[in-house]
Each structure stands twice: as C-alpha cells, then as structure tokens.
C-alpha cells in the first residue's frame, strides 16, 4: 500500500525503512519543517526591518547569521528534499516499477541529509548563504562557517546519490511497455534535474574543498595575496548555482503539467514542445552564470555571451506557460486547493521572469545590482512559482499519504493569504530596490519612502505567516481527523488517480 | 522564394538607415544614468504590456472555464 498514514506502523519501520514511499514521507516531512523553520527566520527579518535602527534583533552579526541561515534552509533543506521527496512517492508509480533502483542508496541519501541539516542549524554560520570569500575565508567566525562548509558538501553528496538513483530509476527500471515519450512530464522533469545536478554540483564540491582549505591557511585560491582570486569562487560557485535555479524550477514545472491536465479534464495541449523545453532549459541553464556576476568586471564580450545566454531561457519558459494555458483553453477547470496553487504560481512566474529580464540586461544591471530588487526577483521566483507549485502539488498527494482529504475551506484560506502576501512582499521589495535600498542589511537610511516599503514588504510576510499556519492546520489536523478520500477520484475530477494498491511489501 | 527577398530587401535598407543615421548623428554628451533609467523604463513598459496581456487572458481563461460555466461533456474526459 502508498498509503502512509491511515494504516499507523511503529515509528521505527518507517525511519529505518528502505522502500521509496517510506523515505518519500521522511523526506517530505523533513522539508515541510525546514519550510516552518525557514519561514520563522524570514518573519524575524522582516520584523527587524520594519523600522529603521533596532526593532528586534539588535545585533548586526546575529541579523546576518539568520539571513544565512534562512537563506541554506530554504533552498537545501525545502526545495530540494521536497522534490525528492515527490520524485521518490511518484516515480516508481510513474513508470511503473517496484521500487527506486537502489533502495538501500535511497535511503543512505536521506540519511546524509539529517547531519547536513544538523551541522547548518547548529553551526548558525554568518557568510549568506553564498559563502563569497574573502568574507568566508578571512573573517568568518569558526566553526560556524566550518560546519556550514560540511553541512553543504554532505547535501551535495546526498543530492548526487538521489539524482544517480533517479536517473538509473527512469532510464533502466521503466515498464519496457512503457515508451519514454508516453511517460508522465514530471518523469522528465525529474529525470533533466538529475543530470543538471550530477552535471552542475561537482564544481561546488571542488569549491568547497578550495574554500575550506583557503580557511585552513594551507593554500590561497580565492586569495590575491598568495596568487589566488576571490572571483573564481563566483565562476565556481554560481556554475553550479545558476543551473541550481532551474534544478528548483524544473519539477514544479513537471508538477505543474501533471497537475493542470487533470484539473481541466483536457490531454495537454502539446506534450513534446514540454519535453523540448525541458531539455533546451537543461542546456541553456549552464550557458549563463556569469549573469550573476556582470558587476564584477568581466570584458563586454563576456557579459554580452552571457546576457544573450540568459535571455534564450525567456522563449522555453514562455513555451511552458503557453502550453499550461493551452491545455486550460476550452477545459472544464476545478479549482481546487492544487489547481489554484498552480494557477497562482503560473501568475507570480511572469512577474519574476520579467524581473530576471531586467536583471540580465547589462545597463540595467547596473541599477538593480546587489539592491532589493534582486532580493524581490528571486523571492518571487522561489516562493512565488516554485514552493506555490509544491504546496498545490502537495495538496494533491495528500490522499495518497494519508488515505485523507484535506478542509478545502483551510486550503481556501492559505492560499489567499499566501498569495496576497507573497505577491505585496516581493512587489514591495523589487520598489525599494529601485530606491536604493542594498540588501542583506540589518539597518537603513530612515527615509519616509524606504520605511513604508519596508512595513508594506513586512505587512505582507505577516499575511503569508497567517496562510502558514492555515497550511499546518490543514497538514496536522487533516492527517489524523479528515474525511476519508475516494482513492479512485479524491477531487471529483474524472481522471484515475496514482496506483495506491501496489502490492510490493515494505521492506 | 519572393518573400525571402522581400525580407532580405527589407533587413538592407533597416541596415542602411541606421548605418547612416549614426554616421550623421551629431556628437552629443551621453549622460549614461540617463540612458540605463530610459532603458529600464522602455523595458518595464514593454514587460507590463506582455504581462497584462499574457496574464489577462490566464485570468479570462480561469473565469471563461471554469467547472460551474462550462457544462460536462463526455468527450472532454479521458
């Protein structure tokens, strides 16, 4: 049985489990409170700033260790535990196999996880969660830039063992009746991410062990002093980071097209244009890290490759967006829980892409440089389209780990004040970026107009807190209480949901 | 065949016009904060034009289909 919750087992047959949906549960409980976790830190900042001088935190260090902090949490420990966690429940389903390739590797990468975790949130490191030296070389505190170092490199690892099991998953393990092209996109979706993560994570490995050497004292790579140049951890680092970016997106996208067929009860509209998109974004994302870096004196050619490079993501992007909307033309759409995510994400996706334009563009790079517009675009991006997606999507699992369906009503009430605040809080943000405002800053300069932006950003981060908390009522309480689903069609939509009879015994 | 030439034809006399206008363009100061805040403004207005038309059909589309308007039919489910 995939249902998880409505048949109860010991604690410890789960946690010591090797079977997909076993560690797809850890996995996704594991991000949900990482997500809380991380959340709770972003109301503190925003708290802290919503007047200038001292409202809360009262120490510039301890303000820059919560941002780090915040900043790691989210992106290693809720987005990509979160795609594992789906990529392990699904995949097997999809392509209609016992289990992951490698189970006992499955388990061994959830597993390495925990201490990653563990060493980020007890080291409390203040370096952002981009490390740049020669901050996190010369002057950040030890051990906490240390064990953040550590933390990091073991979820790398544990993000190349999934991806490696993914990938031998769809590719060797696949139903041989089961032609690739019929598949479900977000197998493809998951199946690019894997390799752009195999192909993309190495690179921060080996900046990592530089970086932590350079700490030691015992070689100079990101130090000028010695021969070494702290721009080369950039090209490290964000070889690695931009194709990370569309390592994030890319499953919400495959979630968002096994979500939006079924809730307008329409085939999608072009499947292979998806599949292409896919695979083009897989290339292009590593054609244009040095966008990042346009500020750091790169020659006009450089810039120029990579501006170009970062723009040919805009017609793949706009390929998905039109096939959603494609697929949604002349359907009979239900908009529940799962659906208006999905739609709400496809919304705030536009806002964010057309910021990301103006970021690549090298004049206006110029302006936005290192403000809070920067801060607002990719919030927009991470928030706004990827964990919307996730939480749509992870409503729509909800029968299928728990045998139970989820208070509408609630789900009601978590969107709209998810939505409403994330789209007031990054709206605000992109604005007062234009004013001036840097960001990763604990005070600023007390102008009337820089202050109403910060308390409109904070207003909004309170909105999204009140539809958090709607989320884990509706995750708590549902889990044990809610009305029992029709596994054949939990959403009344006409379509069969996910094989939950599967007979494979745990093991 | 003609409409390649027509774009070719087209494509060459752009190129001209540019090609001398900026031989004959008078030497001005290039006030660069300047420029970069009109390209910016260019670029949101053309970003806010796609947006609301891009975003207004999403939003006519969620109101035109939506389950209660739009009467079952056995053909639209798999």
Redesign the interface.
């Known amino acids: 049985m995939v249902i998880e919750i409505a048949k109860p087992r010991p604690l410890w047959q789960i946690l010591f489990s090797t079977h997909h949906t076993d560690v797809a549960l850890l996995y996704l409980i594991t991000s949900i409170v990482f997500f809380m976790l991380g959340g709770a830190l972003a109301l503190t900042i925003r708290t802290e700033l919503l007047t200038p001088g001292t409202t809360m935190i009262g120490d510039a260090d301890l303000f820059n260790r919560i941002f780090t902090v915040h900043g790691t949490t989210m992106l290693f420990l809720w987005i990509l535990p979160f795609i594992s966690g789906v990529g392990n429940y699904l995949i097997p389903i999809l392509v209609k196999y016992k289990d992951m390739a490698y189970p006992r590797l499955n388990a061994v990468a959830y597993w390495m996880a925990v201490p990653g975790a563990a060493l980020i949130w007890l080291g409390w490191s203040d370096t952002s969660w981009m490390a740049y030296p020669p901050y996190s070389t010369m002057r950040a505190a030890g051990p906490a830039a240390d064990m953040w170092i550590f933390g990091l490199k073991i979820l790398g690892l544990s993000s190349i063992l999934g991806a490696i099991n993914f990938i031998v998953t769809i590719l060797k393990c696949k139903h041989p009746d089961l032609p690739m092209m019929k598949t479900s996109l977000l197998v493809w979706a998951i199946l690019v991410t894997s390799m752009m993560t195999l192909a993309a994570l190495p690179t921060f490995t080996a900046a990592l062990i530089m970086l932590y050497t350079d700490r030691l004292g015992v070689s100079g790579f990101f130090d000028p002093a010695r021969g070494g140049d702290p721009i080369a951890y950039q090209h490290l680092f964000w070889f690695t980071f931009h194709p990370e970016v569309y390592i994030f997106l890319l499953p919400a996208v495959g979630m968002a097209y096994e979500l939006i067929p079924k809730f307008s009860r329409k085939p999608i509209f072009s499947y292979g244009s998806g599949v292409i998109a896919f695979l083009v974004l897989s290339i292009i994302g590593f054609a244009s890290w040095a966008h990042h870096m346009l500020a750091t004196g790169l020659t006009f050619t450089e810039k120029t490759v990579f501006m170009v490079g970062t723009l040919a993501a805009v017609p793949m992007s706009a390929m998905h967006v039109f096939n959603w909307m494609a697929t949604m033309w002349g359907g009979r759409i239900k908009f529940a829980a799962p659906m208006k995510f999905v739609i709400g994400g496809i919304m705030l996706f536009f806002t964010s892409g057309a910021g990301g334009v103006v970021n690549t563009t090298l004049p206006l790079d110029f302006i936005t440089h290192d403000t809070y517009w920067v801060v607002g675009h990719f919030h927009m991006m991470l928030m706004g389209t990827v964990s919307f997606i996730f939480m749509g999507f992870l409503y729509y699992m909800f029968p299928l780990i728990t045998g139970r369906m989820y208070s509408e009503r609630l789900a009601n009430v978590h969107f709209w004040f998810a939505f409403i605040g994330t789209a007031v809080v990054f709206t605000a943000m992109h604005i007062v970026g234009l004013y001036g405002m840097p960001r990763r800053i604990w005070d600023y300069v007390p102008d009337p107009t820089i202050i109403a932006l910060n308390q409109i950003a904070s207003i909004g981060a309170y909105l999204i807190g009140i539809g958090m908390i709607a989320f884990l009522i509706v995750l708590i309480r549902d889990s044990i209480k809610g009305k029992p689903a029709d596994m054949r069609d939990p959403f009344g939509i006409g379509e069969i949901y996910y094989d939950y009879r599967r007979r494979e015994p745990h093991h | 065949m003609r409409n390649l030439s027509i774009l070719v034809a087209a494509v060459a006399v752009l190129t001209m016009f540019s090609t001398v206008g900026m031989v004959y363009a008078q030497e001005e100061v290039v006030d ?1 904060s300047a ?3 009109g ?2 403004y260019k ?2 207005t053309a ?1 806010f034009i ?2 609301a038309i ?2 207004g ?2 939003v006519y ?2 109101f035109k ?3 209660k308007k ?1 009467k ?2 056995a053909e ?3």
Do not use: D, T
Request: net charge positive.
């Open positions: 660069r420029l970069a805040w390209l910016f670029m949101m970003a796609v947006g891009v975003q059909i999403l589309i969620i289909f939506k389950e739009v079952a039919r639209v489910s798999r």
